[in-house]
């Protein structure tokens, strides 16, 4: 549960995978279900809001999550492109990435 596949991380809080990690009693406002960190509740689908955020730290989450998996995307393909003998490329791809990363964050 901690390790949070990249297709799926807009569907976690990571505020509220912290508050899990050290114990906390989380449930949802309105069903009452046990909640683990999740941004929607498993059981009646309401958009969980953890103490501490706010809509833009949300956003953010969301944002990072599609950076990661444009970044496992831009991974596979330099993966592919060091198979096919063209390592440079691979490691262009590479450094495109990091240079995205810091101008978006």
Same mark, same amino acid.
């Given at each position: 549960?901690?390790?949070?596949? %990249?297709?799926?991380?807009?569907?976690?809080s990571?505020?509220g995978v912290? +508050?899990?990690k050290?114990? !906390?009693? #989380?449930h /949802? &406002? %309105? /069903?009452?279900?046990? *909640?683990?960190?999740?941004?929607y509740? &498993?059981n /009646?689908? %309401?958009?969980i809001m +953890?103490?501490?955020?706010?809509?833009?730290s #949300?956003?953010?989450?969301?944002? *990072? !999550?599609t950076l990661a998996?444009?970044?496992?995307?831009m991974? !596979?393909?330099g993966?592919?492109l060091?198979?096919t003998g /063209?390592?440079t490329?691979?490691?262009v791809?590479f #450094?495109i990435?990091i240079? =995205? =990363?810091? *101008? =978006? =964050?």
């Amino acid at each position: 549960m901690w390790n949070v596949k %990249t297709d799926q991380m807009d569907q976690w809080s990571v505020v509220g995978v912290e +508050y899990a990690k050290r114990g !906390a009693d #989380i449930h /949802c &406002p %309105t /069903c009452g279900a046990e *909640l683990r960190g999740q941004r929607y509740c &498993p059981n /009646c689908g %309401t958009k969980i809001m +953890y103490e501490g955020e706010t809509e833009k730290s #949300i956003k953010t989450d969301e944002r *990072l !999550a599609t950076l990661a998996r444009g970044g496992e995307k831009m991974s !596979a393909a330099g993966d592919s492109l060091s198979r096919t003998g /063209c390592q440079t490329m691979g490691c262009v791809g590479f #450094i495109i990435l990091i240079f =995205l =990363l810091f *101008l =978006l =964050l």
